[in-house]
């Protein structure tokens, strides 16, 4: 998906260094390239996804987020992005520790579980929701961290994690007003901007 | 023999030799007056130079990297898999350049070689050179070729430290680096590996001190030996385990039976180490293993891997194979950190292979795929600057 160009441009300075985690087929890193002529490196896992990376021209390294990141230093890159992959890493609350302490800042987007449609389908269903923005069944499913928007804040809150910025996308991923009154119940994407406290 | 030349075949090459009368200073401070390389080339080289590709070769390779020499050769050139009109290291596209490293034993001036200065075999007294010195003579045959810079620089195992070398030494020089199954430095274990193969051949009664040739022989068993320990490290256990498992070449366990059993494993590295001892040069498997160990990337930059890498300029693509023991992937994965550190630009690949290090060498499906990807984007780049220019 395309991040909000709003965002990169308020949050990302031109030519600093940027590590995407779980970087996919690198579109995120062309777009802040192309915006931000950041210096950028992609992880990621997936080698069609590799291939497809190393063909835009981009930095892509096979590492898998799981086994750790203890490869890369202290305050060694400017921000740390990870889109849409935190619900599918085995120790959420680890990498969160450990991108925090690679990155000036911390830009972490997910789906939000809590959303009006996964509660409604759960709760007429009875059963794991499947749409087309979650398509996998239970068993099959990548994405195996779930969490609502007010459980990560109440992480935050335990780890003493400063939330610089929280922007609410609705399902069109558009910044969504309405989400942002009640972003637990409507917002079908949360991003959050945290550092260090 | 090949009956017919595949399509996809570079076919009938030729090597030349160039001769080069400037001394070359060594890195042990020692001079070669003089020198010769052997080189193959293939494809064309276009208008304004661009297209050009240095591959480096590994231990026991030399400047046959692809095709043939004659309708008679049992086997084509040892990366024939991966160079040729069409193949990933494309010659319609490239003009590629293997050399024969000096020191070698395959046409390059070596220790197999006569020294001008005695009009006697050099033997033992030629001169030790390490990784740096091959890069330096690599050099001078660009400026004898008229190539001011390398499209790319490739070069896998020992070939890759020459490829990482290039970039530090001649970063204006050198516009991609690929550097597959290598590493910064030997291993302690890799260490150990080298000595013994050394030992076998030093401990042959023919070795005669390195002067063998004066003495009308060669250290063929030593040889051989130190071959067929080489081999065991360049294989994977699962890859030993498939080819040949316990199979049996000769004799049997059957009760009542005294004949002497040999396993297919021993008769396959007997036969890779004769047929090696045979054709290749026991001092320049000696200096070969040594210019291995003695290369340390980072020596010369205060052992700082991050800051020897801070001098290159160029893009480096790094591949390793995950049941690579020789040149395991955690000494590529040191690469890869050290040049993110040094905010170089890089791409790592991890290719699944169960056939140890010569992965390099052999087909797989993802390790050509990513492969192919950075030689035709490297393509792009050459096309884009041919266009650039006016002709």
Known sequence: ?197 | MPDTIAANSVGLVEPRTCHFDEPLVLASGRVLNQYDLCYETYGELNADKSNAILICHALSGDHHAAGYHSMDDAKPGWWDGYIGPGKIIDSNRFFVVCPNNLGGCSGSTGPSSINPDTGEVWGSSFPLLRVRDWVNAQAQLSNYLGIKCWAAVIGGSLGGMQAMRWALEFPDRIKHCIVIASSMGLSAQNLAFNEVARRAIETDPNFCNGDYQKHDTIPGNGLALARMIGHITYLSDDAMGQKFGRNIRSGSFSLGQDEDVVFQVQSYLRHQGEAFSGNFDANTYILMTKALDYFDLAREYDNDPVQAFSHAQCHFMVISFSSDWRFAKERSRDIVNALIAAGKNVSYGEIESDVGHDAFLLPNARYEELFQRQMDKIFQQTEEHNNAVPS
């Open chain 1, 1 to 197: 998906m395309q991040f909000p160009p709003e965002l990169v441009s308020e949050w990302i300075d031109t030519n600093s260094r940027v590590l995407d985690l779980g970087c996919g087929d690198g579109s995120l890193l062309t777009q802040l390239t192309e915006a931000r002529q950041i210096r950028g490196y992609g992880l990621e896992i997936d080698p069609d996804r590799i291939a497809t990376c190393v063909s835009k021209d981009l930095n892509v390294i096979e590492q898998n987020l799981d086994k750790g990141l203890d490869n890369f230093a202290d305050n060694s890159f400017d921000t740390v992005f990870m889109t849409q992959t935190l619900q599918a890493v085995h120790y959420p609350d680890k990498i969160i520790d450990e991108m925090l302490r690679i990155g000036r800042q911390c830009i972490v987007s997910f789906p939000n579980f809590g959303h009006w449609r996964c509660r409604w389908y759960l709760g007429t269903h009875g059963r794991m929701p499947v749409s087309k923005y979650l398509p996998y069944t239970w068993y099959n499913t990548p994405n195996i961290h779930f969490c609502t928007i007010r459980d990560f804040e109440k992480l935050c809150g335990q780890k003493d994690i400063n939330i610089l910025n929280r922007v609410i996308l609705n399902q069109q991923n558009k910044p969504s007003p309405l989400g942002s009154l009640w972003p637990n119940l409507l917002g079908a994407t949360a991003i959050y901007r945290i550092s260090r406290s």
